[in-house]
T-cell receptor
């Protein structure tokens, strides 16, 4: 079955730098991959979706890449701000087009 | 504005009791999902529904049930609460092949 691996260690960076988070999956390449943000005590919030035929997707300071050869997606936040501090979850469909499995998430801390 | 709500937000119950967590969405989405989130496990799918009268088991469905009698609601029932079901529960909804919208979560403690 499909498994997702995200770095469980927190990522600490300085304000203004680019944060890069990694999502690796183990089996077949999914039709799409999604990234969510989760703040403490709140539900996840959708950020970006990238399809298997797309190499890169951008939204404001966010950029997602999808490499089906490496079975990996990278999530970048440029010009990071303390307000970007949160846990970021990667998700992809498994066992059906709508049913998602989620990675455990990577916590990002942006320091002033 | 459309939204997805969960109630209660916090619940403490005793082992063996039946508990129902409510989820209500006004997005008019066909797909609804229940997850639990525990430290070290991330989000795990409990049950899901692709429409009225449709329900399906997820990865961790033992001890849980759902019913879908209308588009807006997918209540989650713990038949006989166990301490292992202490967790944070999230409900989500989506359209076909798109992002999921999550509720604020219910923190359940089983003593």
């Amino acid at each position: 079955s499909q498994k997702i691996e995200q770095n469980s260690e927190a990522l600490n960076i300085q304000e203004g730098k680019t944060a890069t988070l990694t999502c690796n999956y183990t089996n077949y390449s999914p039709a799409y991959l999604q990234w969510y943000r989760q703040d403490p005590g709140r539900g996840p919030v959708f950020l970006l979706l990238i399809r298997e035929n797309e190499k890169e997707k951008r939204k404001e300071r966010l950029k997602v890449t999808f490499d089906t050869t490496l079975k990996q997606s990278l999530f970048h936040i440029t010009a990071s701000q303390p307000a970007d501090s949160a846990t970021y979850l990667c998700a992809l469909p498994s066992g059906g087009y709508n049913k998602l499995i989620f990675g455990a998430g990577t916590r990002l801390a942006v320091h002033p | 504005d459309a939204e997805i709500t969960q109630s209660p937000r916090h619940k403490i119950t005793e082992t063996g009791r039946q508990v129902t967590l409510a989820c209500h969405q006004t997005w008019n989405h066909n797909n609804m999902f229940w997850y639990r989130q525990d430290l070290g496990h991330g989000l795990r799918l409990i049950h899901y529904s692709y429409g009225v009268q449709d329900t399906n088991k997820g990865e961790v469905s033992d001890g849980y049930s759902v019913s879908r009698s209308n588009t807006e609601d997918l209540p989650l029932t713990l038949e006989s609460a166990a301490s292992s079901q202490t967790s944070v529960y999230f409900c989500a909804s989506s359209e076909w092949g798109t992002e999921q919208y999550f509720g604020p979560g219910t923190r359940l403690t089983v003593t």
